[in-house]
């Protein structure tokens, strides 16, 4: 059974930076898997952040987060990271890392990410 641990949340202020890191477990090669980062606020929907194919490359942001965002793998260790620089106090929310069902497919849509961890959370303060 596929386990996701997220950590590296916290409390910062806008502008600075955080970098969270996704531990996976349970499973033979992370490279099978292309895996993203949602997000999770009070009251709104969950949000597509990131994607990235199982070999790396290839990364998929959306447009609310591109160009602050980056979204990094090491297959070797089993972990995804996310870089997230400029922040400001609309990124505060729980944040999700989850496996897609393949090391080639991967959207902005939940629907389509199998395995999910129980998120960490991030708050920027104004």
């Known amino acids: 059974q596929v386990q996701l641990v997220e950590s590296g949340g916290g409390l910062v202020q806008a502008g600075g930076s955080l970098r969270l890191s996704c531990a996976a477990s349970g499973l033979a090669l992370l490279s099978r898997y292309a895996m993203g980062w949602f997000r999770h606020a009070p009251g709104k929907e969950r949000e597509f952040l990131a994607a990235i194919g199982g070999g790396g490359g290839n990364n998929y942001y959306a447009d609310s987060v591109k160009g602050r965002f980056t979204i990094s793998r090491d297959n070797a260790k089993k972990m995804i990271f996310l870089q997230m620089d400029s922040l400001k106090p609309e990124d505060t929310a729980d944040y999700y890392c989850?496996?897609?069902?393949?090391?080639?497919?991967?959207?902005?849509?939940?629907?389509?990410?199998?395995?999910w961890g129980q998120g960490t959370q991030v708050t920027v303060s104004s």
């Open positions: 989850a496996t897609s069902i393949s090391a080639t497919y991967y959207t902005g849509l939940a629907i389509d990410y199998r395995s």
